[in-house]
């Protein structure tokens, strides 16, 4: 069965304190890993998508890496306005349809 | 208006009541779907439509009833809903298909349902 696993549940860091958010996947044949943020309140916003192992991708302070088992959502220096839940899906080659992790929820403090 | 919106954003409904949840997209997007987000579990897709057409209807119950009068507009109808179904309902776009090429979703803002 096709299955994401989010870890942690939830992380506190400082402001400035960087760390990684974990997606670990079991799929069918990968056809695509999606990163999104979501705010309270409001729906998730698309963030990266990863194809191949290997593959990294960046935006401001967030860089997403890619393994055949798993991805990571690198924060460097993160700001409390990166405070967020942060959702991973994959797409298998078989499905028209995202599976979705639980959600890391970032909370960064000043 | 730009993107998907939702609504009405909050929505508050006994069991007996019949309601309909509303979603317009502006991005030009041929497919939309219906997720569910409840507390402490993953997105849940509902339905999905491509072209006006419902290409996948994930084990829904039957009190939720879709209807896609074209590909701009997606609404969610609806009755004899139990406590269990509160939750956020999610609207989404995308250009093709899930996994049709690089296309992301582009989501609405939700509807909060409460079921009394």
């Known amino acids: 069965e096709d299955q994401v696993t989010q870890s942690p549940e939830a992380l506190r860091l400082q402001e400035g304190e960087s760390s990684s958010l974990n997606c670990s996947y079991t799929?069918?044949?990968?056809?695509?890993l999606f990163w999104y943020r979501q705010d309270p309140g409001k729906g998730p916003e698309f963030l990266f998508t990863?194809?191949?192992a290997g593959e990294e991708k960046e935006k401001e302070r967030l860089k997403a890496t890619l393994t055949k088992k798993e991805s990571f959502l690198h924060i460097t220096a993160p700001k409390p306005e990166d405070s967020a839940t942060y959702l991973c899906?994959?797409?298998?080659?078989?499905?028209?349809?995202?599976?979705f992790g639980k959600g890391t929820t970032l909370s960064v403090s000043s | 208006e730009t993107g998907v919106t939702q609504t009405p954003r909050h929505l508050v409904m006994g069991m007996t009541n019949k309601k309909s949840l509303k979603c317009e997209q502006h991005?030009?997007?041929?497919?939309m779907y219906w997720y569910k987000q409840s507390a402490k579990k993953p997105l849940e897709l509902m339905f999905v439509?491509?072209?006006?057409?419902?290409?996948e209807n994930n084990s829904v119950p039957s009190r939720f009833s879709p209807e896609c009068p074209n590909s701009s507009h997606l609404f969610l109808h609806l009755h004899t809903l139990q406590p269990e179904d509160s939750a956020l309902y999610l609207c989404?776009?995308?250009?093709?298909?899930?996994?049709?090429?690089?296309?992301?979703?582009?989501f609405g803002n939700g509807t909060r349902l409460t079921v009394t």
């Open positions: 899906a994959v797409l298998n080659q078989a499905g028209t349809a995202l599976i």
């Open positions: 990863l194809y191949s």
């Open positions: 799929v069918s044949g990968l056809r695509g």
């Open positions: 991005l030009g997007h041929n497919a």
């Open positions: 439509y491509n072209f006006k057409e419902q290409t």
């Open positions: 989404a776009s995308s250009q093709g298909l899930t996994g049709a090429g690089d296309s992301p979703l582009h």
